[in-house]
Nanobody, 130 residues
Framework: EAQVVESGGGLVQAGGSLRLSCTASGFVFDDYAIGWFRQAPGEEREGVSCISSSTGSTAYADSVKGRFTISVDNAVNTVYLQMDSLRPEDTAVYYC???????????????????????WGQGTQVTVSS
């Protein structure tokens, strides 16, 4: 079964760091938009950061620019989200999603991807304590 699997969530103090991983299983990230989306209780799902596995282009939500870095390692079929300077407001369930052949990372991250992505992971909890 083709799927994406997240790992790396946990509990961290404000100012700390975490790295999330998203690995494709049963398919290859050869020409995909891969995104990290998050949802806090009572809030809508929002795009955090997205990357194209073919072009390397990226997009970030304003709230995470300068603190989070997304990257892709095609050799191991994995996308990473390095999260530094974490804040309590970053607390949420983080989901990895993927959509084939989507090239506009800004649009994928802010609109299309958070609703219509083809693949979704099960989510990983990130909790930042103050």
């Amino acid at each position: 079964e083709a799927q994406v699997v997240e790992s790396g969530g946990g509990l961290v103090q404000a100012g700390g760091s975490l790295r999330l991983s998203c690995t494709a299983s049963g398919f290859v990230f050869d020409d995909y938009a891969i995104g990290w989306f998050r949802q806090a209780p009572g809030e809508e799902r929002e795009g955090v950061s997205c990357i194209s596995s073919s072009t390397g282009s990226t997009a970030y939500a304003d709230s995470v620019k300068g603190r989070f870095t997304i990257s892709v390692d095609n050799a191991v079929n994995t996308v990473y989200l390095q999260m530094d300077s974490l804040r309590p407001e970053d607390t949420a369930v983080y989901y990895c999603a993927a959509e084939p052949f989507y090239r506009d990372m800004e649009h994928y991250c802010s609109r299309y991807g958070r609703v219509y992505s083809h693949y979704w992971g099960q989510g990983t909890q990130v909790t930042v304590s103050s």
